[in-house]
């Protein structure tokens, strides 16, 4: 679960529905801001909440701390490199450290090397000795997420 996936897929669903974040607040009945601080990431709904929205949308509960995005621009990790520097870089840089490096443990040296000049004040290596050995299925795992952060910044256009 990651919460900048989540905070950006509650404003694509809302934006979808073409409601405001008081449309949205309203229908809740919660305050604007609570909306905005899910939107920004500050925050995640509730339970009780987050079953209104569901209900609200016709999804799930699982949906929305999960979103299937579809693969809009890319469905492989090394296809990062296909996306416009300034957009990866702003992309990458709502990722800790850690996820990073754990990401780009599965990807090839250009990959690396790409992130590493993207994002010169990380040091991976570092990072990656502190780290150790991780499963393949945490490296995955974050590949996906950054996959999935990617196709939803092209359906929120």
């Known amino acids: 679960m990651n919460p900048d996936i989540i905070a950006r897929y509650l404003q694509f669903l809302r934006k979808s529905h073409n409601y405001t ?7 809740l009945n919660i305050s604007r801001q609570a909306v905005s601080k899910w939107e920004t990431g500050t925050a995640i709904p509730d339970l009780e909440v987050l079953l209104k929205i569901s209900r609200l949308y016709g999804i799930t509960v699982n949906d929305i701390l999960e979103p299937h995005i579809p693969p809009l621009r890319i469905t492989d990790f090394e296809q990062i490199a296909e996306i416009p520097e300034k957009e990866l870089q702003e992309i990458l840089k709502q990722f800790d450290a850690d996820s990073l490096a754990a990401a780009l443990m599965g990807a090839s040296p ?9 994002l010169p004040d990380t040091d991976f290596e570092t ?13 995955e795992d974050m590949q996906n997420q950054v996959i999935t952060m990617i ?3 092209a359906i929120g256009r």
């Open 110 to 118: 250009e990959i690396n090397s790409l992130c590493e000049r993207l």
């Open 151 to 153: 196709n939803l910044r």
């Open 21 to 27: 974040q008081e449309d949205l607040a309203g229908k």
């Open 127 to 139: 990072i990656r000795n502190r780290i150790g050995r991780i499963r393949i299925e945490a490296v």
